[in-house]
């Protein structure tokens, strides 16, 4: 993606990767930072964006007591002038680099995101691109050309491309995607655009949107997409040109920006008629908005208390007759939304031996049709619901995550069972998926992070072959599944799927009896063939190790380390390792893993560490993990290793610990306010038969520990002749370089 814009264009700095040269960010002079920071980083060149349930007069308030004494500069910001030519002829770049997959990439360019083209060319890559309606999909994937196809439609301030491409594997053609590609994009007009095809982009487009709208985060983010684009209305006025593009505008931008002349990939064609992509000028976006006005306001919804104690107080538990353990939440919530999640467990560790592969395929086809519905149909019909749905599964559980509005909860669940209790596993997707499997494990084969976390994972886990715990390499995974059949997998699903252990959680706005009795009528009498017994995790002692694996041509090396622990989450010194894991490397810019690697070393850009413990087997972990680059190997892993000594001999400070506990605390208590997260997280205190008390009582412990007991609590667990170290990446080529 870097190449091909870098190739689409000969002036504009879009060209260019935003972050900058390694050069430049190796020898740029301090002055220079400091004269672009003073240039730009001023308040008449920001906005400020505050999404969520605020009290508007106070936090304008606070706006304004704490930015308004900045002063205004005096010097004037320039307009940004350079303009890219029209582009006169097809380009190409290839890019050659050790990997294991193909790619097939074709870049066009567009007006910019204000400008009226910009929605119908959304619609228009949908139309192209999307999984498995997609005219590409169609084409390539089912054809087995490639084994999947992707888009990005690059909506700037400024015009800027739209790419499509296509991901094929070795031993398949990479001419023939790149034909098939070409051809379908840029032969649309022998296949005109349809109105079926535009009404399901639409429906899909418009519903993320709405979805959108309705979470605090997401409209922080998306309005500020749209505010660097120019304005935080073109958002609202992109929405109402989705909703009236015509398929004659659909096919119009096709035609104009989908052709030979403006494509980057392939080689310079001279032509006596040059057929040139004239990209119009960005709009004015104040004349554009100013007389703007949206939708009617949406409901904000109440303003949720997320301590332990309220949660508890209004989670009514219950048991259906099946056997499926219900917590329901009932709240008003901004647009009427409400978040489902849903968990079958299945299996023991003697019957689900050897029988992971399967089991995994079977959760991975259950989106893939039923015996009504198609995959498209079924996608159609949760869009039509404004549903957002996944639904999958492991060779231990299955599970759905669904967000929709109040009136289509119920068609949603019904939908869901469908899914669930009707797959028809078709051939065709049966290919499909594993050609899309065998392409992902090939694509990770050589990049440096894959191979260090399976080689430490193998190391740190070490179950036997067959057992579903156990860790495969690459090969063994490729081989496993070329020997997949189907009917493996169709007698998995109907050896272990059943409701009669389970968890579902609904929280927002719903009505809580209707859904209790709609759980109830859905799932009742859906028994697994297979008695139900958790795979125990034991604690392994393992003896350390440290390795380097070489991945020849990556930028980038991985470091991860880590060590089992003999730990439960209701260990005593469970609270004090988790705060103390908070201030080595969790709480990541300000924790001490970064400052010493990233802020102070600058050898790593992202760093950081992880403590795990099971709440129900003495099953715990510690890892840390670091991507830089491969020369600087040694110099990370002695600064990795300084710190973990230092922490161990010094200890953390009383002022570490004071921040640090307000801002694990903090974190908790925003992790609860969002409601996917909580509807999670009670999903899985209802299988461990466990309440809110328990976070409210581990925080109070959290906020109580001393000095003493985190620095008492890391030095027992944390051995540094225990942990076991992995790097990964380009070494030979960096040792020679020097």
Do not use: C
């Amino acid at each position: 993606m870097e190449r091909v814009f870098s190739t689409a264009y000969l002036w504009h700095n879009y060209g260019k990767s935003s972050i900058g040269a390694k050069s430049d960010l190796e020898n740029v002079p301090i002055d220079r930072l400091q004269e672009f920071y003073k240039r730009y980083y001023q308040p008449d060149n920001a906005v400020l964006l505050i999404a969520g349930k605020i009290d508007e007069g106070k936090t304008l308030a606070l706006a304004n007591q704490y930015f308004a004494p900045i002063p205004k500069p005096t010097r004037k910001l320039q307009k940004l002038y350079t303009e890219d030519p029209t582009q006169d002829g097809e380009r190409a770049v290839t890019v050659r680099r050790v990997g294991d997959t193909q790619l097939v990439v074709a870049g066009y360019h567009i007006p910019a995101g204000s400008h009226p083209d910009a929605a119908p060319t959304s619609l228009l890559m949908f139309i192209l691109a999307d999984t498995p309606s997609g005219r590409l999909h169609k084409a390539l994937v089912e054809s087995k050309k490639a084994s999947t196809v992707f888009n990005f439609p690059f909506i700037f301030g400024e015009p800027s491309l739209l790419l499509v491409g296509a991901e094929v594997r070795q031993e398949a053609s990479l001419d023939a995607a790149k034909e098939g590609l070409l051809q379908i994009v840029e032969e649309i007009n022998k296949t005109p655009i349809t109105k079926d095809e535009v009404e399901r982009a639409r429906g899909q487009l418009l519903k993320q949107i709405e979805l959108n709208l309705n979470s605090s985060e997401q409209v922080g983010l998306e309005l500020s997409e749209w505010i660097g684009m120019g304005d935080w209305r073109l958002l609202f006025l992109n929405r109402d040109r989705l909703r009236k593009t015509s398929v004659e505008d659909v096919q119009r931008v096709a035609s104009t920006y989908l052709k030979q002349s403006n494509r980057t990939l392939g080689l310079f064609v001279p032509t006596q008629k040059p057929d040139r992509a004239e990209i119009p000028a960005t709009p004015d976006i104040l004349a554009l908005v100013k007389d703007y006005k949206g939708d009617a306001v949406v409901a904000a919804g109440e303003a949720f208390d997320p301590s332990p104690a309220n949660i508890d107080s209004r989670t009514v538990r219950a048991t259906t007759p099946g056997g499926i353990k219900t917590g329901f939440l009932t709240k008003k919530t901004r647009g009427n939304t409400v978040n489902l999640q849903m968990t079958l467990r299945f299996g023991d560790e003697k019957s689900l031996m050897n029988r992971a592969t399967a089991g995994s395929f079977a959760g991975d086809l259950l989106m893939r049709g039923t015996k009504t519905k198609t995959r498209q149909q079924i996608q159609d019909a949760f869009d039509k619901l404004k549903a957002r749905v996944a639904i999958g599964g492991s060779p231990t559980s299955a599970n759905v995550s669904l967000e929709t509005i109040r009136e289509n909860l119920p068609a949603a669940m019904n939908l869901v069972a469908e899914v669930l209790r009707e797959p028809s596993f078709p051939a065709t997707e049966f290919d499909q998926l594993k050609q899309e499997q065998l392409a992902s494990i090939e694509q990770q084969r050589s990049e440096p992070q894959s191979l260090a976390l399976v080689a430490l994972q193998r190391h740190l886990s070490p179950y036997p072959k067959g057992h579903v715990n156990y860790v495969s390499t690459p090969d063994e995974d490729v081989a496993e599944i070329n020997s997949l059949k189907l009917d493996e997998v169709k007698n998995f699903y109907a050896d272990f799927y059943g409701a009669g252990n389970g968890e579902l959680t609904v929280i927002g706005d719903f009505d809580e009896k209707e859904i209790a009795r709609l759980t109830n009528e859905l799932f009742s009498g859906w028994k697994s063939k297979q008695p139900f017994s958790r795979v125990v995790r034991t604690y392994k002692d393992i003896s350390p190790l440290n390795k380097s694996l070489e991945a020849p041509d990556k930028a980038n090396a991985f470091f991860i380390a880590g060590l089992n622990l003999n730990l439960r989450d209701d260990d005593p010194d469970y609270p004090a390792l988790i705060l103390g894991d908070y201030m080595l490397g969790g709480g990541f810019l300000n924790s001490r893993l970064a400052t010493r690697i990233r802020q102070k070393d600058g050898l790593s850009y992202v760093v950081g560490s992880q403590l795990s413990a099971s709440a129900l087997d003495k099953s715990g972990s510690f890892l840390t993990y670091a991507i830089y680059a491969p020369q600087n190997r040694d110099k990370l892993e002695t600064a990795f290793q300084e710190e973990i000594a230092r922490t161990l001999k010094d200890g953390f400070t009383e002022e570490e610990i004071k921040a640090a506990k307000t801002g694990w605390l903090q974190s908790r208590q925003v992790s609860r306010a969002q409601d996917n997260e909580l509807a999670g997280k009670l999903n899985n205190y209802l299988f461990l038969n466990r309440t809110f008390a328990w976070d409210a009582d581990l925080e109070t412990k959290v906020n109580n520990l001393t000095t003493e007991q985190i620095n008492s609590a890391f030095r027992k667990f944390i051995d540094p002749k225990k942990i076991s170290i992995v790097k990964a990446g380009d070494f030979a080529k960096s040792a020679s370089a020097k």
